[in-house]
């Protein structure tokens, strides 16, 4: 009974030390799914070496000390293409920031599987397609700035009751529908939503109908 016992606690060792490389390599396999999908003429994404175990040594991506990756930061690195999927893997993330870029096709709706995102930051790119409803279940969320793309279609409700949600920016695309004033969308001014030429006004509750997009924000201005 003895040797066995040594044995399983050497394996119980093996196996702790190891996990922290299984789940580094686990974010690095995501990362590089997203490096291959991306034209980087800037060569900002030169350290993402797959080879490596740890991602958390490639430039951009910030770790916390148990090698999660929790911050992106590629914002305004002259990026184009697409996101992936895969990025909804990586489960510790709380800062995504890819503004200014010219990336094109959707949002992927796994990235609502980001369940510690405090910020998503999408502006200025060429996005296209909806807003995927799976972003009402980021309940950490804070900012969600979208501004700057060519989404188009409603702005889901569920977003609506993310409690933490402060700073939201949709101007300057292609939405339509009614803008949602409940929940945390209570606090919003009508500059978060300028430049939408197919959304109307705020959802009146009660109400069959909603006011005009433009008749709302002269009533924001002038009342």
């Known amino acids: 009974m003895g040797p066995k016992c040594g044995t399983t606690g050497l394996l119980m060792m093996f196996v702790v030390g190891f996990l922290p490389y299984v789940f580094a390599d686990y974010q690095g396999d995501a990362l590089f799914s997203l490096r291959r999908s991306l034209k980087d003429p800037e060569n900002v994404l030169q350290s993402w070496d797959p080879t490596l175990v740890n991602p958390c040594t490639w430039f951009h991506v910030t770790c916390n ?14 990026l184009s293409g697409s996101l992936v999927p895969e990025l909804g893997n990586l489960h510790s993330l709380q800062y995504l920031e890819l503004s200014k870029n010219k990336l094109v096709g959707t949002i992927p709706p796994e990235l609502g599987e980001l369940k510690k995102l405090i910020s998503l930051d999408l502006y200025n ?60 969308f209570a606090r919003f001014s009508a500059k978060s939503f300028e430049n939408n030429p197919s959304l109307n006004g705020p959802e009146l ?8 997009f433009q008749e709302f924000l002269l009533k924001t201005v002038f009342d």
Do not use: H, M, Y
């Not at 000390?65 to 590629?74: P, T």
């Open 125 to 184: 790119n060429n996005f296209t397609g909806s807003i995927p409803t799976t972003l009402g279940e980021l309940k950490s969320l804070v900012f969600l700035r979208l501004n700057n793309n060519s989404l188009r279609g409603r702005i889901p409700t569920g977003l609506t009751g993310l409690p933490n949600l402060k700073v939201v920016d949709f101007s300057n695309n292609n939405f339509c529908g009614t803008i949602p004033t409940t929940g945390s």
């Open 65 to 78: 000390s148990q090698n999660q990756v929790v911050r992106l930061d590629l914002g305004n690195a002259g």
């Open 205 to 212: 509750l009660g109400a069959p109908f909603s006011i005009p």
